[in-house]
């Protein structure tokens, strides 16, 4: 069974909006902290936002502060969603979300469980 499975990716003009899902498969997946992670063409992985569940304290790369918002649905422990707004061509790329059982942040080597990832294509 998939730990964790992504959704909401798509194609979206630059300033526009989208929001991506990520469903764990059980509570013990996203029990502590998730995160969201991406990665453009011919770069590197990089951390984009994280949260805690217990307390809900949240985590950005500068890039997207103010941008995008991370959040736990309101009624299932088990959904996370990253709110893209006024979106840049620079944010293009695999969207992916991860789970940690300890600690939380932007460090994608502290990162358990792993989905398959979402593509999120930004037009100018």
């Known amino acids: 069974q998939v730990p964790l499975v992504e959704s909401g990716g798509g194609s979206v003009q630059a300033l526009g909006s989208l929001r991506l899902s990520c469903q764990a498969s059980e509570y013990m997946y996203s029990r502590h902290c998730m995160g969201w992670f991406r990665q453009a063409p011919g770069k590197e992985r990089e951390g984009v936002a994280a949260i805690y569940q217990v307390g809900r304290r949240t985590f950005y790369d500068d890039s997207v502060k103010g941008r995008f918002t991370i959040s736990y649905d309101k009624d299932k422990n088990t959904v996370v969603y990253l709110q893209m707004d006024s979106v840049k061509p620079e944010d293009t790329g695999t969207y992916y979300c991860?789970?940690?059982?300890?600690?939380?942040?932007?460090?994608?080597?502290?990162?358990?469980?792993w989905g398959q990832g979402t593509q999120v294509t930004v037009s100018s």
């Open positions: 991860a789970a940690r059982l300890s600690g939380c942040g932007l460090d994608q080597s502290q990162y358990n469980y």
